[in-house]
């Protein structure tokens, strides 16, 4: 393969796509492919993750690869176990994806701190060196930026705010704990409840179509997505001392419907003097921005 020295391979892993992406130096994504993740089979996973691969490269050799994946992560080992692909449970790979292609650095992150690092260097926190960058889709991700650069903590798993618990006695949460924001905000969560208050539909994106047609159910079920994301973004601002949240992911993409009430929980418990101007945005390069951090991992931009 011919070497192309400032391209960077960038991967972003999560519970229901797999998107590799080819980054140039100023992060533009060149080239995309995306598959959906099997979650169930880890090596049915790593071959969507290998055809994803090979799409974007298409013959060319990139000069570094940036992975930014769904938690927990381990980016001392090199491994991940996603709650929300349960294939995966300590899979290599750092390592499997470093035979794909051979002789060049793989940098491994959560997908948190990938989209917090992207939008901090290239979307909406650009002005802002304490944030955090939260995914809310399939599950609820999260990751910081504390004094301008990504914080992982001692794992790479800081920032996990999806399991902080805003239901003590909620439901019981793929990561053995109950009541985690994930379980109210995510998703297929809020599909869930709104089923078991009799609305009829199938998934997300019918949800909120309901709800912006005045469906109660539906629009109480983002109420309540969206308050327990505020209730979370409180106790992360009060702890790490933030001045911005920036919000991407599918559910995201619903807009007032999820942030209204984030900023009415953050209005209430946020009350601190020093989070007075804290800041609840939407992710401004969306569906790439985890692509873009995982390129900036490796690229410093």
């Known amino acids: 393969m011919a070497a192309v020295t400032d391209h960077v391979l960038a991967l972003d892993i999560g519970g229901t796509k797999i998107a590799a992406g080819l980054v140039d130096s100023a992060g533009s994504v060149l080239r995309s492919a995306v598959r959906p993740t099997p979650a ?14 090979a799409e974007v490269l298409d013959g060319e050799s990139p000069s570094a690869v940036g992975i930014g994946c769904a938690g927990p992560v381990d980016t001392v080992e090199g491994t ?14 750092r390592e499997r994806v470093s035979e794909l292609v051979p002789g060049v650095p793989v940098e491994l992150a959560g997908d948190g701190v990938c989209i917090a690092l992207a939008e901090h260097r290239l979307g909406a926190g650009t002005a802002n060196r304490f944030m955090i960058g939260m995914v809310v889709s399939t599950g609820v991700g999260g990751g910081l930026v ?44 809020m599909v869930r409840w709104a089923r078991e ?24 079920a983002f109420e309540r997505g ?30 007032e419907l999820l942030f209204d009430p984030i900023r009415r929980a953050l209005d209430v418990h946020a009350g601190l003097s020093y989070l007075d101007g804290l800041r609840v945005v939407r992710a401004a390069l969306d569906s ?14």
């Open 80 to 93: 991940v176990s996603p709650i929300n692909v349960t294939g995966w449970q300590r899979f290599p790979l």
């Open 197 to 220: 208050q009799g609305w009829q539909g199938a998934d997300a994106i019918e949800l909120e179509r309901s709800a912006r047609a005045g469906d109660e159910v539906a629009r109480t």
């Open 288 to 301: 790439q921005s985890g692509l873009v951090g995982a390129a900036a991992l490796v690229t410093g931009h």
């Open 226 to 255: 969206g308050a327990a994301v505020g209730y979370a973004i409180a106790a992360a601002g009060a702890i790490c001392d933030l001045d911005l949240a920036v919000i991407g992911g599918g559910v995201a993409r619903a807009g």
């Open 146 to 189: 504390l004094d301008g650069k990504p914080f992982g903590g001692r794992t790479g798993n800081a920032g996990h705010i999806g399991h902080v618990v805003v239901e003590p006695d909620g439901w019981p949460c793929t990561c053995g704990g109950r009541g985690c924001v994930e379980t109210v905000a995510s998703g297929p969560n």
């Open 40 to 53: 169930l089979d880890g090596e049915l996973a790593f071959t969507a993750v290998r055809e994803a691969v």
